[in-house]
T-cell receptor, first 116, second 114 residues
Framework: AQKITQTQPGMFVQEKEAVTLDCTYD???????LFWYKQPSSGEMIFLIY??????QNATEGRYSLNFQKARKSANLVISASQLGDSAMYFC?????????????FGTGTKLQVIP | EAQVTQNPRYLITVTGKKLTVTCSQN?????MSWYRQDPGLGLRQIYY???????DKGDVPEGYKVSRKEKRNFPLILESPSPNQTSLYFC?????????????FGPGTRLTVL
């Protein structure tokens, strides 16, 4: 069984500062993928970044990077130079990746508020 | 425009009255999935489908049915809705060729069961 844990229900960050959102996971699969999604107050789900379990380098997408520590089973999202538009809920998720998408497990989310 | 559409967007109904929430995607994706979102619980997967006529249970399938007769459509059926099914529902789709493809989400359906 897969499990995702996000221990920070809410966080504040000053505009232009960097922030790290925590995500730990548990799975018995050897091959899996880790994802982060953003949900603004408008409600839509926006894909941010993906990390495969066999990827040797940490994923980066613009201001987003994923700090992947396989031995610790953590996949923290780092947002650099926070902007007011980054205020949103952030969800970590995982899925087995051998054979493509199957069951997907999400965490409970972290609400990020960026302060001017 | 590539998109996932859901209908209706908002629905208020009463206990026991059967309803269907439709989901359609125009991206020729093999994989489709339904989630429900509840405060403090994040998103939980209800059912998923890896291709036409192939469906499987997610973490919270009780009280729901799905079907995948066509690749583009994946309706969610509540045969006898109950108040604990009041929630925000999302449909999503993805290519299934490898697990790293992002899921494209629909706009959500807010369901209230009285």
């Amino acid at each position: 069984a897969q499990k995702i844990t996000q221990t920070q229900p809410g966080m504040f960050v000053q505009e232009k500062e960097a922030v790290t959102l925590d995500c730990t996971y548990d799975t018995s699969d050897q091959s899996y993928g880790l994802f982060w999604y953003k949900q603004p107050s408008s409600g839509e789900m926006i894909f941010l970044i993906y990390q495969g379990s066999y990827d040797e380098q940490n994923a980066t997408e613009g201001r987003y990077s994923l700090n992947f520590q396989k031995a610790r089973k953590s996949a923290n999202l780092v947002i650099s130079a926070s902007q007011l538009g980054d205020s949103a809920m952030y969800f970590c998720a995982m899925s087995p990746s051998s054979g493509g998408y199957q069951k997907v497990t999400f965490g409970t989310g972290t609400k990020l508020q960026v302060i001017p | 425009e590539a998109q996932v559409t859901q209908n209706p967007r908002y629905l208020i109904t009463v206990t026991g009255k059967k309803l269907t929430v439709t989901c359609s995607q125009n991206m020729n994706h093999e994989y489709m999935s339904w989630y429900r979102q509840d405060p403090g619980l994040g998103l939980r997967q209800i059912y998923y489908s890896m291709n036409v006529e192939v469906t499987d249970k997610g973490d919270v399938p009780e009280g729901y049915k799905v079907s995948r007769k066509e690749k583009r459509n994946f309706p969610l059926i509540l045969e006898s809705p109950s108040p604990n099914q009041t929630s925000l529902y999302f449909c999503a789709s993805s290519l299934r060729t490898r697990g790293g493809n992002e899921q494209f989400f629909g706009p959500g359906t807010r369901l209230t069961v009285l």
